[in-house]
């Protein structure tokens, strides 16, 4: 299970070592994406459905499906890491996490994300009251 948080640097040629806690868990070859947010997301080739989530039992035919898959598999890229667990990042990854030169790894059980570290502590001030999310998640549709 991935979980908490780890602190790392990125050169300026987008190499950046993924923490050892984290390689354990997703292995050696990544698959890298944009996330829904101003960050990265990170998963195990063997666990790349979670991707899916929210699109599953969904048409084709339908719109949002698609955008949404496209968004993530069109944008994602497998990558391998190095002996010391350092990957390098395309470009384009980079500049839509606003990636500078120290970055955030964040746990969040099946999956990592990457974040600026500045971008994550902005995003975290903007989350509000925990309680009232919780009681907003317990009201949506199947967990009643």
């Known amino acids: 299970m991935l979980l908490g948080q780890e602190f790392r640097r990125i050169s300026k040629k987008h190499q950046l070592a993924l923490p050892k806690d984290f ?10 994406t944009k996330g829904i947010e101003a960050c990265l997301q990170i ?10 989530e929210g699109t599953v039992g969904k048409p084709f035919l339908d719109k949002t499906t698609r955008e949404l898959q496209r968004f993530l598999f069109g944008n994602a ?3 391998s890491l190095d002996k010391q667990g350092r990957m ?19 746990g969040v059980q099946r999956y990592a994300e990457i974040w600026d570290k500045h971008e994550f502590k902005k995003h975290e001030a903007t ?18």
């Open 127 to 144: 989350i509000g009251n925990i309680e009232l999310l919780t009681i907003n998640l317990s009201q949506t549709k199947g967990h009643e």
């Open 88 to 106: 390098i990042l395309p470009k384009y990854l980079v500049e839509h996490a606003k990636l500078s030169d120290e970055v955030t790894f964040v």
């Open 23 to 32: 390689r354990e868990e997703l292995g050696d070859i990544v698959i890298v």
């Open 43 to 52: 998963v195990s080739p063997k666990n790349w459905e979670v991707l899916l």
């Open 77 to 79: 890229t497998k990558l």
